[in-house]
Protein backbone atom coordinates (compact mmCIF):
# COMPACT_ATOMS: atom_id res chain seq x y z
CA UNK A 1 0.00 0.00 0.00
CA UNK A 2 1.45 3.35 -1.32
CA UNK A 3 0.66 6.44 1.65
CA UNK A 4 -0.06 9.88 0.06
CA UNK A 5 2.53 11.57 2.25
CA UNK A 6 4.66 14.14 0.45
CA UNK A 7 2.37 16.62 -1.31
CA UNK A 8 4.15 18.56 -4.14
CA UNK A 9 2.57 22.21 -5.17
CA UNK A 10 4.43 23.10 -8.18
CA UNK A 11 3.88 27.04 -8.46
CA UNK A 12 3.34 30.11 -6.52
CA UNK A 13 0.99 33.14 -6.47
CA UNK A 14 -2.40 32.76 -4.79
CA UNK A 15 -3.43 29.31 -6.23
CA UNK A 16 0.02 27.07 -4.87
CA UNK A 17 0.16 29.36 -1.25
CA UNK A 18 -3.84 29.00 -0.42
CA UNK A 19 -3.74 24.92 -1.27
CA UNK A 20 -0.12 24.33 0.36
CA UNK A 21 -2.00 26.11 3.42
CA UNK A 22 -5.08 24.74 3.49
CA UNK A 23 -3.31 21.39 3.13
CA UNK A 24 -0.71 21.58 5.99
CA UNK A 25 -3.23 23.56 8.10
CA UNK A 26 -5.33 20.45 8.00
CA UNK A 27 -3.12 17.18 8.13
CA UNK A 28 0.24 19.17 9.76
CA UNK A 29 0.48 17.10 13.14
CA UNK A 30 -2.57 15.36 11.99
CA UNK A 31 -0.34 12.21 9.96
CA UNK A 32 1.89 9.81 10.73
CA UNK A 33 5.31 11.09 10.97
CA UNK A 34 7.20 11.61 7.12
CA UNK A 35 3.76 13.78 6.11
CA UNK A 36 5.25 16.99 3.93
CA UNK A 37 3.99 19.92 1.89
CA UNK A 38 6.25 21.14 -0.63
CA UNK A 39 5.88 24.07 -2.96
CA UNK A 40 8.39 24.24 -5.68
CA UNK A 41 8.09 27.64 -7.41
CA UNK A 42 9.83 29.78 -9.71
CA UNK A 43 12.08 32.58 -9.37
CA UNK A 44 11.60 33.77 -12.92
CA UNK A 45 7.64 33.35 -13.96
CA UNK A 46 5.85 36.34 -12.13
CA UNK A 47 2.28 35.41 -10.92
CA UNK A 48 -0.06 37.15 -13.16
CA UNK A 49 -1.58 39.30 -9.71
CA UNK A 50 -4.40 40.82 -10.94
CA UNK A 51 -7.82 39.33 -8.99
CA UNK A 52 -8.46 41.47 -6.58
CA UNK A 53 -11.88 40.29 -5.53
CA UNK A 54 -12.78 37.25 -3.15
CA UNK A 55 -15.84 35.76 -1.76
CA UNK A 56 -17.10 35.28 1.82
CA UNK A 57 -15.57 31.92 2.08
CA UNK A 58 -12.09 33.53 2.22
CA UNK A 59 -12.72 34.53 6.45
CA UNK A 60 -13.78 30.95 7.21
CA UNK A 61 -10.47 29.79 5.02
CA UNK A 62 -8.16 32.29 6.66
CA UNK A 63 -9.57 31.11 9.72
CA UNK A 64 -8.63 27.78 9.59
CA UNK A 65 -5.12 28.27 8.29
CA UNK A 66 -4.76 30.57 11.51
CA UNK A 67 -4.58 33.74 9.88
CA UNK A 68 -5.28 36.88 12.14
CA UNK A 69 -7.63 39.01 10.13
CA UNK A 70 -5.86 42.33 11.52
CA UNK A 71 -2.51 41.44 10.04
CA UNK A 72 -3.88 40.43 7.08
CA UNK A 73 -5.23 44.04 6.55
CA UNK A 74 -1.72 45.06 7.57
CA UNK A 75 -0.14 43.39 4.95
CA UNK A 76 -2.55 43.17 2.33
CA UNK A 77 -3.52 46.34 1.29
CA UNK A 78 -7.13 44.96 2.10
CA UNK A 79 -10.56 46.59 1.99
CA UNK A 80 -13.86 45.30 2.76
CA UNK A 81 -16.27 43.78 -0.03
CA UNK A 82 -19.85 43.69 0.44
CA UNK A 83 -21.27 42.87 -3.33
CA UNK A 84 -20.61 44.22 -6.60
CA UNK A 85 -22.79 47.15 -8.46
CA UNK A 86 -23.13 46.43 -12.31
CA UNK A 87 -23.68 49.71 -13.87
CA UNK A 88 -25.16 50.27 -17.65
CA UNK A 89 -25.73 46.40 -17.72
CA UNK A 90 -29.46 46.59 -18.84
CA UNK A 91 -30.22 49.45 -20.99
CA UNK A 92 -26.54 51.00 -20.95
CA UNK A 93 -28.56 54.60 -19.72
CA UNK A 94 -26.85 56.67 -17.16
CA UNK A 95 -29.31 55.89 -14.48
CA UNK A 96 -29.00 51.70 -15.14
CA UNK A 97 -27.42 50.24 -11.81
CA UNK A 98 -28.55 47.56 -9.51
CA UNK A 99 -26.53 45.33 -6.75
CA UNK A 100 -25.55 41.73 -6.07
CA UNK A 101 -25.00 41.93 -2.32
CA UNK A 102 -23.55 39.32 0.29
CA UNK A 103 -26.17 39.35 2.06
CA UNK A 104 -29.02 36.71 1.91
CA UNK A 105 -32.95 38.16 1.78
CA UNK A 106 -34.22 38.51 5.23
CA UNK A 107 -35.82 35.12 6.41
CA UNK A 108 -34.59 33.54 3.60
CA UNK A 109 -34.32 30.04 4.71
CA UNK A 110 -38.08 30.41 5.67
CA UNK A 111 -40.10 32.46 2.88
CA UNK A 112 -39.06 33.45 -0.39
CA UNK A 113 -39.94 37.06 -0.35
CA UNK A 114 -39.53 37.57 -4.50
CA UNK A 115 -42.80 36.65 -5.09
CA UNK A 116 -44.44 39.36 -2.66
CA UNK A 117 -42.37 41.74 -4.14
CA UNK A 118 -43.40 41.04 -7.11
CA UNK A 119 -47.47 41.06 -6.22
CA UNK A 120 -46.52 44.73 -4.74
CA UNK A 121 -45.43 45.50 -8.83
CA UNK A 122 -41.30 45.32 -8.13
CA UNK A 123 -41.20 49.34 -8.01
CA UNK A 124 -38.64 49.46 -5.26
CA UNK A 125 -35.45 48.35 -5.71
CA UNK A 126 -35.48 44.42 -4.85
CA UNK A 127 -32.17 44.57 -3.16
CA UNK A 128 -33.32 47.67 -0.96
CA UNK A 129 -36.69 45.80 0.15
CA UNK A 130 -34.84 42.70 0.93
CA UNK A 131 -31.47 43.39 2.80
CA UNK A 132 -29.60 46.53 4.24
CA UNK A 133 -26.30 46.17 1.81
CA UNK A 134 -27.31 48.17 -0.69
CA UNK A 135 -28.07 51.11 1.46
CA UNK A 136 -24.67 50.37 3.21
CA UNK A 137 -22.75 50.30 0.08
CA UNK A 138 -24.38 53.60 -1.06
CA UNK A 139 -23.18 55.11 2.18
CA UNK A 140 -19.71 53.91 1.65
CA UNK A 141 -20.09 52.10 5.08
CA UNK A 142 -17.94 49.11 6.61
CA UNK A 143 -19.59 46.07 6.92
CA UNK A 144 -18.84 45.30 10.96
CA UNK A 145 -17.16 48.28 13.60
CA UNK A 146 -13.99 47.93 15.34
CA UNK A 147 -15.53 46.28 18.49
CA UNK A 148 -16.66 43.09 16.41
CA UNK A 149 -14.24 40.28 16.81
CA UNK A 150 -12.08 39.20 13.45
CA UNK A 151 -13.59 37.24 10.96
CA UNK A 152 -17.25 38.00 12.23
CA UNK A 153 -19.48 40.31 10.62
CA UNK A 154 -22.86 42.47 11.03
CA UNK A 155 -23.26 42.49 7.73
CA UNK A 156 -21.92 39.65 5.30
CA UNK A 157 -18.40 40.47 3.79
CA UNK A 158 -15.49 39.24 1.43
CA UNK A 159 -12.61 41.31 0.78
CA UNK A 160 -10.44 42.91 -2.20
CA UNK A 161 -6.62 43.30 -1.86
CA UNK A 162 -3.47 43.59 -3.40
CA UNK A 163 -3.04 39.78 -4.84
CA UNK A 164 0.65 40.66 -4.98
CA UNK A 165 0.97 41.37 -0.97
CA UNK A 166 -1.46 38.47 -0.31
CA UNK A 167 0.73 35.89 -1.92
CA UNK A 168 3.72 36.90 -0.24
CA UNK A 169 1.82 37.47 3.31
CA UNK A 170 0.41 33.51 2.61
CA UNK A 171 3.93 32.54 1.92
CA UNK A 172 5.38 33.63 5.09
CA UNK A 173 2.56 31.67 6.63
CA UNK A 174 3.12 28.81 5.43
CA UNK A 175 6.74 28.63 5.60
CA UNK A 176 6.67 30.18 9.09
CA UNK A 177 3.84 28.66 10.46
CA UNK A 178 2.62 25.54 8.91
CA UNK A 179 5.88 24.26 7.87
CA UNK A 180 5.66 24.27 4.08
CA UNK A 181 8.79 23.47 2.48
CA UNK A 182 9.41 26.24 -0.26
CA UNK A 183 11.89 25.51 -3.27
CA UNK A 184 12.47 27.82 -5.43
CA UNK A 185 13.39 25.85 -8.95
CA UNK A 186 12.44 26.12 -12.54
CA UNK A 187 11.00 22.65 -13.25
CA UNK A 188 12.67 21.52 -16.92
CA UNK A 189 11.42 18.11 -16.92
CA UNK A 190 7.93 16.18 -15.59
CA UNK A 191 9.12 12.55 -15.31
CA UNK A 192 6.55 9.69 -15.23
CA UNK A 193 5.95 6.47 -13.73
CA UNK A 194 5.51 3.08 -15.47
CA UNK A 195 1.95 3.67 -14.60
CA UNK A 196 1.49 7.25 -16.16
CA UNK A 197 1.36 8.79 -12.74
CA UNK A 198 4.18 11.77 -12.21
CA UNK A 199 6.91 9.89 -10.09
CA UNK A 200 9.05 13.62 -9.96
CA UNK A 201 10.16 16.66 -11.42
CA UNK A 202 13.69 17.48 -12.58
CA UNK A 203 14.63 21.42 -12.17
CA UNK A 204 17.38 23.68 -13.86
CA UNK A 205 18.86 23.96 -10.50
CA UNK A 206 19.95 20.02 -10.48
CA UNK A 207 16.91 19.22 -8.15
CA UNK A 208 14.54 16.11 -8.13
CA UNK A 209 11.47 16.43 -6.13
CA UNK A 210 9.52 13.06 -6.32
CA UNK A 211 6.29 13.27 -4.48
CA UNK A 212 2.91 11.06 -4.25
CA UNK A 213 0.41 13.92 -5.17
CA UNK A 214 1.50 16.72 -7.61
CA UNK A 215 -0.85 20.13 -7.47
CA UNK A 216 -0.54 22.10 -10.70
CA UNK A 217 -0.27 25.59 -9.88
CA UNK A 218 1.40 26.65 -12.94
CA UNK A 219 -0.71 29.24 -14.01
CA UNK A 220 -1.36 29.37 -17.98
CA UNK A 221 1.25 27.26 -18.82
CA UNK A 222 -0.24 23.95 -16.95
CA UNK A 223 3.29 22.35 -17.15
CA UNK A 224 1.50 19.18 -15.34
CA UNK A 225 -1.98 18.89 -16.14
CA UNK A 226 -1.45 19.74 -19.98
CA UNK A 227 2.04 19.49 -20.67
CA UNK A 228 2.99 16.38 -19.18
CA UNK A 229 -0.21 14.63 -19.02
CA UNK A 230 -2.22 15.63 -22.00
CA UNK A 231 -5.59 16.24 -20.41
CA UNK A 232 -7.73 18.78 -22.97
CA UNK A 233 -8.83 22.37 -22.24
CA UNK A 234 -12.60 22.73 -23.40
CA UNK A 235 -13.48 26.18 -24.64
CA UNK A 236 -16.61 27.77 -23.64
CA UNK A 237 -15.59 31.07 -25.98
CA UNK A 238 -18.81 30.05 -28.14
CA UNK A 239 -20.83 31.41 -24.86
CA UNK A 240 -18.82 34.17 -22.97
CA UNK A 241 -17.02 36.10 -25.79
CA UNK A 242 -14.10 38.08 -23.80
CA UNK A 243 -10.93 37.21 -24.13
CA UNK A 244 -8.79 40.52 -22.62
CA UNK A 245 -8.31 42.38 -20.17
CA UNK A 246 -6.82 45.48 -20.13
CA UNK A 247 -5.07 46.42 -15.92
CA UNK A 248 -4.02 49.73 -14.18
CA UNK A 249 -3.58 50.84 -10.95
CA UNK A 250 -5.02 54.31 -10.31
CA UNK A 251 -3.61 55.83 -7.21
CA UNK A 252 -6.23 58.31 -5.15
CA UNK A 253 -6.20 61.98 -5.21
CA UNK A 254 -5.74 61.94 -1.87
CA UNK A 255 -5.08 59.49 0.91
CA UNK A 256 -8.24 60.03 2.77
CA UNK A 257 -10.34 59.77 -0.13
CA UNK A 258 -13.60 57.20 0.21
CA UNK A 259 -13.15 53.74 -0.61
CA UNK A 260 -16.11 52.03 -2.35
CA UNK A 261 -17.22 48.68 -0.58
CA UNK A 262 -18.52 47.05 -3.25
CA UNK A 263 -16.98 46.00 -7.23
CA UNK A 264 -18.33 48.59 -9.59
CA UNK A 265 -18.51 46.52 -12.80
CA UNK A 266 -19.48 49.33 -15.75
CA UNK A 267 -20.49 47.69 -18.97
CA UNK A 268 -18.56 49.45 -22.29
CA UNK A 269 -19.73 48.49 -25.75
CA UNK A 270 -18.22 45.38 -25.82
CA UNK A 271 -17.18 44.07 -22.14
CA UNK A 272 -17.07 45.88 -19.13
CA UNK A 273 -14.92 47.57 -16.72
CA UNK A 274 -13.72 46.56 -13.05
CA UNK A 275 -13.54 49.35 -10.18
CA UNK A 276 -12.10 47.62 -6.65
CA UNK A 277 -10.75 50.13 -3.83
CA UNK A 278 -7.73 49.47 -2.06
CA UNK A 279 -6.41 51.77 0.70
CA UNK A 280 -3.60 52.62 -1.26
CA UNK A 281 -5.09 52.66 -4.71
CA UNK A 282 -7.75 51.77 -7.18
CA UNK A 283 -7.23 48.05 -9.38
CA UNK A 284 -8.90 49.10 -12.59
CA UNK A 285 -9.44 47.21 -15.87
CA UNK A 286 -11.48 46.99 -18.55
CA UNK A 287 -12.56 43.18 -19.43
CA UNK A 288 -13.48 42.63 -23.48
CA UNK A 289 -14.09 40.36 -26.75
CA UNK A 290 -11.47 41.56 -29.11
CA UNK A 291 -13.49 40.23 -31.90
CA UNK A 292 -15.88 43.02 -30.84
CA UNK A 293 -13.57 46.15 -30.44
CA UNK A 294 -9.87 46.62 -30.60
CA UNK A 295 -7.69 46.83 -28.32
CA UNK A 296 -7.01 50.37 -29.32
CA UNK A 297 -10.85 51.65 -28.74
CA UNK A 298 -11.21 49.13 -25.32
CA UNK A 299 -7.95 51.22 -24.55
CA UNK A 300 -9.69 54.51 -25.29
CA UNK A 301 -12.87 53.49 -23.31
CA UNK A 302 -10.77 52.29 -20.34
CA UNK A 303 -9.30 55.66 -20.42
CA UNK A 304 -12.04 57.51 -20.74
CA UNK A 305 -13.64 56.31 -17.79
CA UNK A 306 -10.43 56.77 -15.55
CA UNK A 307 -10.52 60.64 -16.71
CA UNK A 308 -7.75 62.82 -16.64
CA UNK A 309 -5.98 61.51 -13.78
CA UNK A 310 -5.53 57.77 -15.90
CA UNK A 311 -4.53 59.78 -19.37
CA UNK A 312 -0.28 58.68 -18.25
CA UNK A 313 -1.05 55.82 -16.29
CA UNK A 314 0.43 52.49 -17.59
CA UNK A 315 -1.77 50.06 -18.84
CA UNK A 316 -0.95 46.09 -18.73
CA UNK A 317 -2.46 43.39 -21.38
CA UNK A 318 -3.64 40.25 -20.40
CA UNK A 319 -4.79 37.57 -22.96
CA UNK A 320 -7.97 35.34 -21.63
CA UNK A 321 -8.55 32.01 -22.86
CA UNK A 322 -12.20 30.92 -20.93
CA UNK A 323 -13.38 27.65 -20.44
CA UNK A 324 -11.80 24.71 -17.91
CA UNK A 325 -9.80 21.19 -18.38
CA UNK A 326 -12.02 18.15 -19.26
CA UNK A 327 -10.57 16.80 -15.66
CA UNK A 328 -9.27 18.35 -12.91
CA UNK A 329 -7.50 14.79 -10.92
CA UNK A 330 -5.95 12.76 -13.70
CA UNK A 331 -3.84 9.90 -11.85
CA UNK A 332 -1.83 11.36 -9.05
CA UNK A 333 -2.05 15.18 -10.32
CA UNK A 334 -4.85 18.11 -9.74
CA UNK A 335 -5.04 21.25 -11.38
CA UNK A 336 -5.77 24.01 -9.33
CA UNK A 337 -6.25 27.77 -10.54
CA UNK A 338 -5.05 29.06 -14.01
CA UNK A 339 -3.96 25.98 -14.68
CA UNK A 340 -7.40 24.18 -14.35
CA UNK A 341 -9.30 27.06 -15.90
CA UNK A 342 -10.48 30.79 -16.23
CA UNK A 343 -13.52 33.02 -17.05
CA UNK A 344 -13.78 36.69 -16.65
CA UNK A 345 -13.53 38.12 -13.24
CA UNK A 346 -17.25 39.26 -13.36
CA UNK A 347 -18.43 38.08 -9.94
CA UNK A 348 -14.68 36.97 -8.58
CA UNK A 349 -15.21 33.25 -8.72
CA UNK A 350 -11.53 32.89 -9.68
CA UNK A 351 -10.14 32.81 -5.79
CA UNK A 352 -13.47 30.58 -4.97
CA UNK A 353 -12.62 27.99 -7.02
CA UNK A 354 -9.10 27.64 -5.49
CA UNK A 355 -10.56 27.61 -1.98
CA UNK A 356 -13.15 25.13 -2.69
CA UNK A 357 -11.03 22.95 -4.86
CA UNK A 358 -8.32 23.26 -1.60
CA UNK A 359 -10.94 22.42 0.84
CA UNK A 360 -11.91 19.20 -1.32
CA UNK A 361 -8.60 17.98 -1.56
CA UNK A 362 -7.25 18.36 2.04
CA UNK A 363 -11.10 17.06 3.28
CA UNK A 364 -10.62 14.04 1.05
CA UNK A 365 -6.94 13.82 0.67
CA UNK A 366 -6.67 9.93 -0.22
CA UNK A 367 -4.35 8.04 2.58
CA UNK A 368 -2.78 5.78 -0.34
CA UNK A 369 -3.02 5.61 -3.91
CA UNK A 370 -5.13 2.79 -4.33
CA UNK A 371 -8.06 4.63 -3.52
CA UNK A 372 -6.62 7.85 -4.87
CA UNK A 373 -8.94 7.31 -8.75
CA UNK A 374 -11.97 7.03 -6.84
CA UNK A 375 -11.36 10.14 -4.88
CA UNK A 376 -10.19 11.70 -8.41
CA UNK A 377 -13.69 10.70 -9.85
CA UNK A 378 -15.65 12.29 -6.89
CA UNK A 379 -13.81 15.48 -7.27
CA UNK A 380 -13.76 15.62 -11.28
CA UNK A 381 -17.65 15.78 -11.00
CA UNK A 382 -17.68 18.26 -8.43
CA UNK A 383 -15.80 20.80 -9.97
CA UNK A 384 -16.96 20.40 -13.29
CA UNK A 385 -20.40 20.86 -11.76
CA UNK A 386 -19.34 23.98 -10.05
CA UNK A 387 -17.45 25.52 -13.30
CA UNK A 388 -20.20 24.65 -15.40
CA UNK A 389 -22.82 26.59 -12.49
CA UNK A 390 -19.94 29.75 -12.63
CA UNK A 391 -20.49 30.04 -16.63
CA UNK A 392 -24.25 29.75 -16.28
CA UNK A 393 -24.28 32.65 -13.91
CA UNK A 394 -22.19 34.85 -15.41
CA UNK A 395 -23.52 34.43 -19.22
CA UNK A 396 -26.68 35.52 -17.37
CA UNK A 397 -25.76 38.65 -16.50
CA UNK A 398 -25.65 38.86 -20.15
CA UNK A 399 -28.50 37.20 -21.29
CA UNK A 400 -30.88 39.84 -19.43
CA UNK A 401 -29.49 42.65 -21.02
CA UNK A 402 -31.89 45.59 -23.06
CA UNK A 403 -28.59 46.75 -25.01
CA UNK A 404 -29.01 46.09 -28.82
CA UNK A 405 -26.73 49.37 -29.39
CA UNK A 406 -23.64 47.48 -30.36
CA UNK A 407 -22.97 43.73 -31.83
CA UNK A 408 -21.49 42.72 -28.67
CA UNK A 409 -24.66 42.65 -26.76
CA UNK A 410 -26.88 41.96 -29.85
CA UNK A 411 -24.95 38.56 -30.09
CA UNK A 412 -24.61 37.59 -26.51
CA UNK A 413 -28.82 37.64 -27.14
CA UNK A 414 -28.61 34.98 -29.73
CA UNK A 415 -29.79 31.39 -27.80
CA UNK A 416 -27.13 29.24 -29.66
CA UNK A 417 -24.78 31.07 -27.19
CA UNK A 418 -27.14 30.54 -24.46
CA UNK A 419 -26.22 26.89 -22.70
CA UNK A 420 -29.00 24.65 -22.45
CA UNK A 421 -29.32 24.59 -18.92
CA UNK A 422 -30.04 28.60 -17.97
CA UNK A 423 -31.97 28.62 -21.05
CA UNK A 424 -34.27 26.28 -19.18
CA UNK A 425 -34.02 28.14 -16.40
CA UNK A 426 -34.64 31.41 -17.68
CA UNK A 427 -37.83 29.63 -19.30
CA UNK A 428 -39.53 28.52 -15.51
CA UNK A 429 -38.17 31.71 -13.99
CA UNK A 430 -41.38 33.35 -15.69
CA UNK A 431 -43.66 31.56 -14.01
CA UNK A 432 -41.59 30.45 -10.91
CA UNK A 433 -39.13 32.70 -8.82
CA UNK A 434 -35.41 31.29 -8.28
CA UNK A 435 -35.80 29.53 -4.98
CA UNK A 436 -33.76 27.43 -3.11
CA UNK A 437 -35.66 23.99 -3.41
CA UNK A 438 -35.65 24.15 -7.13
CA UNK A 439 -32.67 24.04 -9.11
CA UNK A 440 -30.10 24.97 -6.12
CA UNK A 441 -30.51 22.32 -3.59
CA UNK A 442 -26.65 20.48 -4.40
CA UNK A 443 -23.97 21.07 -1.60
CA UNK A 444 -21.70 22.47 -4.40
CA UNK A 445 -23.80 25.00 -5.50
CA UNK A 446 -21.35 28.24 -5.58
CA UNK A 447 -24.53 30.65 -6.27
CA UNK A 448 -27.22 30.61 -3.88
CA UNK A 449 -30.59 31.28 -5.95
CA UNK A 450 -30.52 34.69 -4.05
CA UNK A 451 -28.05 35.39 -6.13
CA UNK A 452 -29.71 34.95 -9.23
CA UNK A 453 -32.57 36.87 -7.75
CA UNK A 454 -30.81 39.73 -7.44
CA UNK A 455 -29.46 39.21 -10.96
CA UNK A 456 -32.56 38.64 -12.11
CA UNK A 457 -35.07 41.39 -10.60
CA UNK A 458 -31.72 43.92 -10.68
CA UNK A 459 -32.12 43.95 -14.67
CA UNK A 460 -35.35 44.16 -14.92
CA UNK A 461 -36.92 40.66 -15.26
CA UNK A 462 -40.27 40.01 -13.76
CA UNK A 463 -42.08 36.85 -12.49
CA UNK A 464 -45.76 36.19 -13.52
CA UNK A 465 -47.04 35.28 -9.69
CA UNK A 466 -49.89 33.08 -10.15
CA UNK A 467 -52.81 33.57 -8.34
CA UNK A 468 -52.98 31.71 -4.89
CA UNK A 469 -49.35 31.24 -4.92
CA UNK A 470 -48.53 33.22 -2.04
CA UNK A 471 -51.88 33.75 0.25
CA UNK A 472 -49.97 31.44 3.22
CA UNK A 473 -46.94 33.41 3.64
CA UNK A 474 -48.45 36.92 3.28
CA UNK A 475 -47.98 38.20 6.99
CA UNK A 476 -44.74 36.40 7.53
CA UNK A 477 -43.30 38.09 4.47
CA UNK A 478 -44.86 41.56 5.97
CA UNK A 479 -43.15 40.84 9.06
CA UNK A 480 -39.57 39.95 7.30
CA UNK A 481 -39.94 43.32 5.09
CA UNK A 482 -40.27 45.45 8.48
CA UNK A 483 -37.57 43.59 10.01
CA UNK A 484 -35.26 44.58 6.54
CA UNK A 485 -36.21 48.06 7.36
CA UNK A 486 -35.55 48.16 10.71
CA UNK A 487 -31.92 46.70 10.76
CA UNK A 488 -31.22 48.83 7.71
CA UNK A 489 -31.78 51.58 9.66
CA UNK A 490 -29.72 50.56 12.89
CA UNK A 491 -26.68 49.26 10.35
CA UNK A 492 -26.51 52.44 8.83
CA UNK A 493 -26.92 54.84 12.09
CA UNK A 494 -24.14 52.77 13.51
CA UNK A 495 -21.52 51.56 10.94
CA UNK A 496 -18.47 53.69 10.39
CA UNK A 497 -17.45 54.36 7.52
CA UNK A 498 -14.94 52.41 5.32
CA UNK A 499 -12.04 53.91 5.25
CA UNK A 500 -12.07 54.74 8.87
CA UNK A 501 -12.81 51.27 9.73
CA UNK A 502 -9.48 50.19 7.96
CA UNK A 503 -7.34 52.68 9.66
CA UNK A 504 -8.29 51.46 12.95
CA UNK A 505 -8.03 47.64 12.18
CA UNK A 506 -4.61 48.78 10.48
CA UNK A 507 -3.77 51.02 14.04
CA UNK A 508 -5.55 48.84 17.06
CA UNK A 509 -6.11 45.71 15.39
CA UNK A 510 -9.87 43.72 15.98
CA UNK A 511 -10.42 41.43 18.55
CA UNK A 512 -8.82 37.56 18.37
CA UNK A 513 -11.59 35.07 18.13
Known sequence: MQQIQNIVVVGGGTAGWLTAGVIAAKHQGQRPHGFTVTLVESPNVPTIGVGEGTWPTLRTTLRRMGISESEFFRQCDAAFKQGARFNRWTTGAADDGYYHPLMLPQQFGKVNLAPHWLAEGGDESFCDTVTPQGRLCDEGLGPKTIATPEYEALANYAYHLDAGKFAQFLQRHCCNVLGVRHVLADVTEVKLAETGDIRSLDTAQGQTIAGDLFIDCTGFAAL???????????????????????????????????????????????????????????????????????????????????????????????????????????????????????????????????????????????????????VARRFNETTTYRWGRIIDFLKLHYSLTQRTDTEFWRDNLRPETIPDRLQGLMELWRYQSPWMHDEFDRAEEVFPSASYQYVLYGMGARTAVLPGTIDEDVEFARRARRENQIQTQRLVSSLPAHRDLIDRIVRHGLQPI
Not at 233 to 252: I, M, N
Not at 310 to 325: A, E, N, T, V, Y
Not at 355 to 368: D, F, G, H, T, Y
Open 224 to 374: LIGKALGVPFRSCSDTLFCDTALAVQVPYDRPDQPIATHTISTAQSAGWIWDIGLPTRRGVGHVFSSSHVSADAAEQELRAYLGPAGHDLPIRQISIRSGHREQFWVRNCVAVGLAAGFLEPLEASAIVLIELSAKMIAEQLPACREVMDV
